[in-house]
DNA sequence: ACCTGAACACCGTTCAAGT
DNA sequence: ACCTGAACACCGTTCAAGT
């Protein structure tokens, strides 16, 4: 009877289970709250019983990984490679806003796992169908950096803030406190002009998504343009 | 005797001295092994003797980011924003090549360090010096993201890999391993291009710089273009 | 054969007891 | 008044002892 409980109690703790918790912990409690200890609590189980299923930590996150990469719609068909690039980095950006702590822990991962490399295999795809050539495809995506993965990258990016979970804690400053401001005219003139040069979003300090665009815009349109002049590496250096 | 011995090995310990032990600590061994206890043993001291000069180890980190900052070299003054920006970026990624561990540190703890400030304000105070508008240095700032710090936030950055020591491990595999191949044909087939691409360095992948100018001169490029032609946000949206 | 409690070797940080 | 050893509350991971 009670046995009996115990056994519907715990269901049969698979390694996707347990990637699915970890994602959950790291997006509602923060990734710093991630610990095999937490995770296996958190599953009702002895931390002990997660290392059926998963080597180490580091493998943990790795699989984490794969699973937020995976969650990227995939590409849909189109004829012009720069909106179908574009479209689907801004996909991947969307599905990094849900997962905050992702961005930092693929590049702390160094992103070599499976699910990444097929992502960037289809933006190949995407590139090299749209009658880019390899030498500039292969420039294209260090270009690109992990900004194809839709990090924003951005110098102060609240969403990448420690985030306790989802919710936004406090909203950012905009404006430098004026200590600050005193000691770095230049940046507070800007920081300034940022927060109320949007009239739609009132005192948010500044569209992030606007500027994610603006620097992706930048990249595709060099890109377009060396494409259309038939750029080649050996003719530079 | 024993006593004075004593008084003259540990030198005061001042702050300078124990972040400068703790950059050297994470270029030689790894960030990785920078801990409370190991940076004091290293400086041959109890790990509690530490607290006295900086609050936690996440004040230590953002002293580190400073020391860090602080050497990247001023500008040269310039009368062409574009070539100085150009130059200021390079010298602040050779800083960043000295110590493999900081871009992540840096985005880690969101770089609002007292130095970072500096930083960006004499960047901005070059751009605004050129004749940018506030608007456009506002965004040409998120744009360059990182990049601005030198980072090359590449998608395979040998560089930053959990790095033990400055050497190089192993050199990188340039492409793909066999099975990976088949499974991520485009991908492979650039990565392929990319080691038989340079005949000036034989069989070491690719060329990390070419690709870190080759992005910055993307989005320099662009800047200009906007710039000449009086882009402006209000405009576009 | 399988599961797991206790243990190991670490952390960052506190605090009271020593000089 | 100052310094610091022992201790606290954590980690990831091992391993032998239990079923």
């Known amino acids: 009877m009670a046995e009996q409980a115990e056994v519907l109690r715990r269901t049969p703790l698979s390694r ?6 970890a994602v959950a912990l790291a997006d509602g409690a923060g990734i710093e709250s991630l610990s095999m200890r937490n995770l296996a609590q ?3 189980v002895v931390p002990m019983a997660l290392y059926k299923h998963v080597a180490n930590k580091d493998e943990l996150l790795d699989g984490m990984i794969d699973v937020v990469v995976g969650e990227i719609a995939p590409p849909e068909p189109d004829t012009d ?3 179908a690039l574009r479209r689907r980095v801004l996909a991947a950006r969307q599905v990094m806003r849900r997962h905050p702590w992702a961005p930092l822990a693929i590049e702390a991962r160094n992103m070599a796992t499976v699910a990444v490399l097929a992502y960037l295999d289809s933006v190949v795809g995407t590139l090299r169908a749209g009658g880019l050539s390899v030498d500039l495809t292969h420039h294209v995506m260090h270009a690109m950096g992990s900004r194809v993965l839709g990090f924003s990258q951005e ?9 306790r979970s ?5 909203g950012p400053p905009a404006a430098l ?3 600050a401001a005193a000691r770095f005219p230049h940046l507070a003139a800007v920081a300034a002009a940022a927060s109320h040069d949007d009239d739609s979003v009132v005192g948010s ?9 603006f620097a992706l815009d930048l990249l595709l349109d060099g890109v377009e343009r060396l494409h259309r002049r038939g750029w080649t590496s050996h003719g530079h250096r």
């Open 16 to 21: 996707d289970r347990i990637l699915r918790a």
């Open 42 to 44: 958190d599953l009702g």
């Open 81 to 83: 490679w720069k909106p």
């Open 155 to 163: 110098l102060f990016d609240d969403a990448r803030r420690a985030g």
């Open 166 to 170: 989802g919710a936004v804690e406090s």
């Open 177 to 179: 406190p004026p200590e």
């Open 205 to 213: 300090g500044c569209d992030d998504q606007f500027e994610f665009e």
